[in-house]
């Protein structure tokens, strides 16, 4: 499985961006997929994740109501939508699959089998 992430770059405070997770050759159908982050000197952690299987999701609390997680299954891709960026999201993301993530686990990033490349996403004036 292969996981390609894109869609970071340098946004200002309060700016928006989008990003994309590919994953190939498999379908979606029965993969949990999960965004996480890692900022410089801290510990990786899970941003908002989504089980294909119940649709479930999950948000990590700063972000909840600002950023957005969803997928298009024609093209295998799941999205983080983030507004309202602040300088504290500044972080390299990366996302990550496995199908056998349940609901309980979904943030849970040693659940995830599968892992993409990061992409930077520096909010900053």
């Known amino acids: 499985v292969q996981l390609q992430a894109s869609g970071g770059g340098l946004v200002q405070p309060g700016g928006s961006l989008r990003l994309s997770c590919t994953v190939s050759?498999?379908?979606?159908?029965?993969?949990?997929i999960g965004w996480f982050r890692q900022a410089p000197g801290k510990e990786r952690e899970g941003v908002s994740c989504?089980?294909?299987?119940?649709?479930?999701?999950y948000y990590l609390d700063s972000v909840k109501g600002r950023f957005l997680i969803s997928s298009d299954d024609a093209k295998n891709t799941v999205y983080l939508q983030m507004n309202s960026l602040k300088p504290e999201d500044t972080a390299v993301y990366c996302c990550?699959?496995?199908?056998?993530?349940?609901?309980?686990?979904?943030?849970?990033?040693?659940?995830?089998?599968?892992w993409g490349q990061g992409t930077q996403v520096t909010v900053s004036s």
């Open positions: 990550a699959a496995d199908p056998s993530v349940i609901h309980s686990n979904l943030a849970n990033q040693i659940a995830y089998g599968y």
């Open positions: 050759p498999f379908t979606l159908d029965f993969y949990a």
């Open positions: 989504i089980s294909k299987t119940d649709s479930a999701t």
